[in-house]
Every structure is written in C-alpha cells, then in structure tokens.
C-alpha cells in the first residue's frame, strides 16, 4: 500500500505497548493477519492472559484454536476487548509432539474450560489445572484424537454400558443432603434438539447442572479442511445453524477467507449481503421468541404459529433471491451469486409489504407475552446473568447484549453496508429470560429499519455499476503459512472463523468459533439456585441450535 492508514497506525502503538508489557513472557512474535501473536511458554499461560486482561483489558477471550504441525502442538487463544474488538491479540502456545502439556486459561477466563476440553477431545493437548478435562464433543471411551495427522479413522470404536456412570448410583452433595439426579435430553423437546443436560436436584431446586452436547458431531472443521476456498466451502456453513443464520453464517466464511486472499467485495454486493443477512436474523429471531413461548409455557396455538406464519414470508422473500428455502449457498467469495430477481419492482415489493406489516405483527408479539401475566412470573428476574459472568462465559449476541454488554460487531468492527446505515445497538440490563426475549423483539425492528434502507439504496442504484462479484481467481491459494481470525455478528453472536493456510488450495486448519457454544456453556451459571420449569426456560432463552454447538 502507498500509505499507512490510521487503523494500521493504531495498530502498530498497540502491538508495541503490548509488546512492552509482555517482554519478560514472549519467546517469539508470530503475526497473525488480523493481530499481533506472542508466542509463549506452556507454563506460563495463565500469567500471561491474567496481565493482558487486567492490565491490557482484553477482557474477552472468543475463541480457542488447537492444532498439530509436524513438530509441536498449538494452542492458540483470541483474545479481544468487549469495548473495542478491533483491538485483538492471539497468545500462541506451543508444546512438544511427545508431551502436549499447557496450563489452563479457565482460571483467567471461564469459557476457555469448554475450548480446551474441545481441543483435547478432538486433537489431545492437555492442559494442566483445568477443572473438568474430559472429552465434549465425542464418548468418553473414544479412541484417539480425531484432527491429529496420524489419527487412524478405521480404529474400531465400542463403548461398552460398563464404561458409564450409573444414573441410579446413590447421589448427594457434600453436606449430606439427599439430591436426585435428572437426566433432561438427549431426546426431548425443550432441548431444542438432541442436547443431554445432567442435573442434579435438591428437592426441586437445581443445586447442579452440566450440558452435554456433541450427539450431533458432524466433522465441519475436517470437511472443510478437505475443501477448496474457492467453491467447496461455502455450502458447508448453512448447516451450522440451519434455522436462520445461513446467509450470517457463509458472511462469517466469505470475510474470513476474503481478508486472509485480499478480495475486495463491490459495494452494491456489500449491500445486498447487508440486506440478506438482516432478513437472515429476523428468520432466527423469529423461531427463537416463538419456541421459547412454546417452552416456557406450551404456547403453540398463536405464538409459535405466528412466528411460523412471518417466518414463511421471509422464506418467500428468499426463495425468490436464492432459490432455496433453507439451504441459501448465496454468497460468493468476493460478492454474491447473482442479482436480485427481475422484475426487481416485484421484488421490492414484497419485501415493502413484508416489512410495512412487520409493526403490526410486532405489536401482536407483545400482546401475546411481554405483556402477558403468566409469561412475566416465568421470565422475569429467571436465568439471570450478570454482565461480568457474561463476559468470563465469553457470552455474545443478545444473550450478552440483554445482561447489559454493549458489543456488536457491526458495529464495533464495521464490515458490510452498516456504517453507511442508521441503526442502534439494542441492550437491557436485567440480564434475565425476560430481558433476552425484549432484546430480540426489539433487534427484529432494528433489522427491519435497516433493511428498509437496504431497499431504498437498491431500487435507486445505478444499472451500469451493479457489481456483484470481484475478480477471483479461479484458484485460491494463500500465503503460506498465513493466519486470521474474523468474525460477524450472527444472530446468536460472535461467529468466527480461524485459518491457517499452507500455500494450496485448502486449508490447514479450519475452526469454528460458534456463539451457542459459548453461550450454552453459561447455563450452569444462569440455572443454578432455581427451580427446573426456570432451567427449561433459562435453556430456551439461549436460542441455541446444536448443529452449530456440535458442528
């Protein structure tokens, strides 16, 4: 580039106050595309994150990255700060083929328990000090570590019933009180979807809970480590959360991948995936206030059928743009598949009708539960989370926007067509299940007002400049060596995305950073001390969607 720009500059004042305040921990540099990396010593980890948060004030960890080279193990954590994400900085830990051994980050940040056991289940780094190191996404007897090189995918895998705590072995706390345990799930409808929650219960209060996912483990990250950037990948992120956030999730791969090569994106393309992706949240958002009716108080005959009913129309709408009504596949590398639909005045009128009755249908929404007796007594002051533990869970989207966390990413790391829209951040600070379904009820109005915007700039954009695509290569292949970490604000929250190229046309290492993951991962916290209708809706109010939890 000719020039500096003032972003670079900040960045480059903030790499080095880091690397003053590291000096004495920081082996080597390793940058990453998006932040500086310090590389550090496994036994030295929990130093180092503890002066970053409370010196630096990175006081979100988002994600944890685990993989294998063919001379050491790494881990690598993310670390950003809630009040300004465009200030990042990757702490990378190597440890020797032989003994993959590092110290815990949970005592530093609690979400990283469930990271970690995620990276020693699927590659087997051990971390020492952790709480609670077991498998999370496969059985505990599995064999082997499925992301290692030398993982052999033919070795017989039987779990005998031995091999399993028993459910009806005596069970009590450590005060001597008699507790049951209850198992919720793996099959069962307030789940939303095949989710085993073991709870233990003291008369019938919660004293205990551990969610445990992974029945629906689908080997995303490897298939797409199998995949070419170029058109391989894409279709794989629709099936993260399949009920809403398609067009957010193939966002979150497309700025990924498209920082990491240097694509551009056009600007009328810009807007069209800044439409998209806001008809994207309202179709989540949609599902997520009408299932949680239907959880908190089996309301099925209006709410969640209302719900059913705009969702339909939403569908429609992308029916028409991408010719799919689940399955979207409509962003490209660079821009989007193709134009929006001739003739284009039809278009837009659907889309004004949609968005003209939306008000309306909002207003039914509130009838029928915020101001509704029966759901206040089952939500307000349930499943309360505080801002602080919002932020030790690494809890994102309207989860930790509802417990008073001012973070959005279209906001606080601009990408798309938003800065150039008005729009407002929606928050509250009771942090509870009432709370959290305000939060969406409102962020539906603000899609809408940005969508509304979206249309307006499209009907009058120029027919000679309406590019929806750069110039890609045919054949994608990264520097070498190269690593980023990018993420979008998804309907759940902060979707990411990690990479490391190796110089051809897949990449080395792909991992997915889902918001319910985390998010899930905080329901120990808000459901603890109620009572178990509390934990259903506590659970319902995370909209979570465990094809992306398990991924």
Same mark, same amino acid.
């Given at each position: 580039? =000719? *020039?500096? #720009? =003032?972003?670079?500059?900040?960045?480059? #004042?903030?790499?080095? *106050?880091?690397?003053?305040?590291?000096?004495?921990?920081?082996?080597?540099?390793?940058?990453?595309?998006?932040?500086?990396?310090?590389?550090?010593?496994?036994?030295?980890?929990?130093?180092?994150?503890?002066?970053?948060?409370?010196?630096?004030?990175?006081?979100?960890?988002? /994600?944890?990255?685990?993989?294998?080279?063919?001379?050491?193990?790494?881990?690598?954590?993310?670390?950003?700060?809630?009040?300004?994400?465009?200030?990042?900085?990757?702490?990378?830990?190597?440890?020797?083929?032989?003994?993959?051994? =590092?110290? *815990?980050?949970?005592?530093?940040?609690?979400?990283?328990?469930?990271? %970690?056991?995620?990276?020693?289940?699927?590659?087997?780094?051990?971390?020492?000090?952790?709480?609670?190191?077991?498998?999370?996404?496969?059985?505990?007897?599995?064999?082997?570590?499925?992301?290692?090189?030398?993982?052999?995918?033919?070795?017989?895998?039987?779990? $005998?019933?031995?091999?399993?705590?028993?459910?009806?072995?005596?069970?009590?706390?450590?005060?001597?009180?008699? #507790?049951?345990?209850?198992?919720?799930?793996?099959?069962?409808?307030?789940?939303?979807?095949?989710?085993?929650? %073991? $709870?233990?219960?003291?008369?019938?209060?919660?004293?205990?809970?551990?969610?445990?996912?992974?029945?629906?483990?689908?080997?995303?990250?490897?298939? &797409?480590?199998? =995949?070419?950037?170029?058109?391989?990948?894409?279709?794989?992120?629709?099936?993260?959360?399949?009920?809403?956030?398609?067009?957010?999730?193939?966002?979150?791969?497309?700025?990924?991948? %498209?920082?990491?090569?240097?694509?551009?994106?056009?600007?009328?393309?810009?807007?069209?995936?800044?439409?998209?992706?806001?008809?994207?949240?309202?179709?989540?958002?949609?599902?997520?206030?009408? $299932?949680?009716?239907?959880?908190?108080?089996?309301?099925?005959?209006? #709410?969640?059928?209302?719900?059913?009913?705009?969702?339909?129309?939403?569908?429609?709408?992308?029916?028409?743009? +991408?010719?799919?009504?689940?399955?979207?596949?409509?962003?490209?590398?660079?821009?989007?598949?193709?134009?929006?639909?001739?003739?284009?005045?039809?278009?837009?009128?659907?889309?004004?009708?949609?968005?003209?009755?939306?008000?309306?249908?909002?207003?039914?929404?509130?009838?029928?539960?915020?101001?509704?007796?029966?759901?206040?007594?089952? &939500?307000?002051? +349930?499943?309360?989370?505080?801002?602080?533990?919002?932020?030790?869970?690494?809890?994102?989207?309207?989860?930790?926007?509802?417990?008073?966390?001012?973070?959005?990413?279209?906001?606080?790391?601009?990408?798309?067509?938003?800065?150039?829209?008005?729009?407002?951040?929606?928050?509250?600070?009771?942090?509870?299940?009432?709370?959290?379904?305000?939060?969406?009820?409102?962020?539906?109005?603000?899609?809408?007002?940005?969508?509304?915007? &979206?249309?307006?700039?499209?009907?009058?954009?120029?027919?000679?400049?309406?590019?929806?695509?750069? /110039?890609?290569?045919?054949?994608?292949?990264?520097?070498?060596?190269?690593?980023?970490?990018?993420?979008?604000?998804?309907?759940?929250?902060?979707?990411?995305?990690?990479?490391?190229?190796?110089?051809?046309?897949?990449?080395?290492?792909?991992?997915?950073?889902?918001?319910?993951?985390?998010?899930?991962?905080?329901?120990?916290?808000?459901?603890?001390?109620?009572?178990?209708?509390?934990?259903?809706?506590?659970?319902?109010?995370?909209?979570?969607?465990?094809?992306?939890?398990?991924?």
């Amino acid at each position: 580039m =000719s *020039s500096q #720009t =003032s972003s670079e500059t900040q960045n480059g #004042t903030v790499e080095e *106050s880091l690397a003053d305040i590291l000096a004495s921990y920081t082996i080597a540099h390793d940058d990453h595309y998006n932040a500086p990396g310090f590389v550090v010593r496994p036994d030295e980890v929990q130093d180092v994150l503890r002066v970053l948060r409370d010196e630096a004030g990175f006081d979100h960890c988002p /994600n944890v990255t685990a993989q294998e080279y063919g001379d050491r193990f790494e881990s690598i954590y993310h670390l950003r700060k809630y009040d300004d994400p465009t200030e990042e900085v990757s702490v990378i830990v190597p440890t020797p083929r032989d003994d993959p051994v =590092s110290q *815990s980050a949970e005592s530093v940040y609690r979400t990283a328990e469930w990271h %970690e056991r995620e990276a020693y289940d699927l590659v087997g780094i051990h971390y020492e000090d952790h709480p609670d190191l077991r498998r999370i996404l496969l059985p505990e007897t599995w064999q082997g570590h499925p992301l290692r090189i030398d993982y052999d995918q033919d070795e017989p895998q039987v779990v $005998t019933l031995e091999s399993h705590a028993n459910p009806l072995e005596d069970d009590h706390r450590e005060d001597g009180a008699d #507790t049951m345990y209850l198992n919720i799930g793996p099959h069962h409808p307030a789940t939303h979807g095949v989710l085993h929650i %073991e $709870t233990i219960l003291s008369g019938e209060q919660v004293v205990g809970l551990d969610p445990d996912p992974g029945y629906l483990h689908r080997c995303e990250e490897q298939m &797409c480590q199998n =995949s070419t950037y170029r058109n391989q990948i894409m279709p794989y992120p629709d099936r993260w959360d399949y009920l809403g956030g398609q067009i957010l999730n193939e966002w979150a791969y497309a700025r990924t991948a %498209e920082d990491l090569a240097g694509l551009d994106v056009p600007d009328y393309a810009q807007l069209i995936r800044t439409m998209s992706g806001e008809l994207s949240r309202i179709l989540s958002h949609l599902l997520a206030i009408g $299932t949680f009716a239907l959880d908190v108080y089996g309301e099925f005959t209006a #709410t969640f059928m209302y719900t059913l009913r705009d969702r339909e129309v939403v569908q429609s709408i992308f029916e028409d743009l +991408t010719g799919q009504r689940l399955m979207f596949n409509y962003l490209r590398l660079g821009g989007v598949a193709w134009d929006l639909p001739e003739p284009r005045a039809e278009f837009f009128e659907k889309l004004r009708e949609f968005l003209d009755d939306l008000p309306h249908k909002l207003d039914e929404y509130h009838d029928l539960l915020t101001t509704n007796e029966l759901f206040q007594l089952r &939500c307000v002051d +349930t499943g309360v989370l505080s801002a602080d533990m919002a932020k030790q869970y690494g809890c994102t989207g309207p989860v930790a926007r509802a417990s008073g966390v001012d973070y959005d990413l279209r906001r606080d790391d601009p990408y798309g067509y938003y800065p150039e829209l008005d729009w407002e951040v929606v928050t509250a600070e009771e942090g509870d299940n009432y709370a959290r379904v305000l939060c969406r009820l409102q962020e539906v109005e603000q899609s809408a007002r940005i969508i509304d915007q &979206c249309v307006d700039l499209l009907e009058d954009w120029p027919e000679d400049s309406r590019e929806i695509q750069s /110039n890609v290569p045919r054949t994608l292949r990264p520097d070498e060596d190269a690593e980023i970490y990018r993420a979008v604000e998804a309907a759940k929250g902060e979707l990411g995305i990690y990479i490391r190229s190796d110089g051809t046309d897949k990449p080395a290492r792909f991992h997915i950073r889902s918001p319910c993951f985390s998010n899930l991962h905080a329901l120990e916290e808000m459901a603890t001390g109620g009572y178990v209708p509390d934990l259903i809706a506590s659970l319902a109010s995370l909209d979570i969607v465990l094809g992306e939890v398990d991924r």
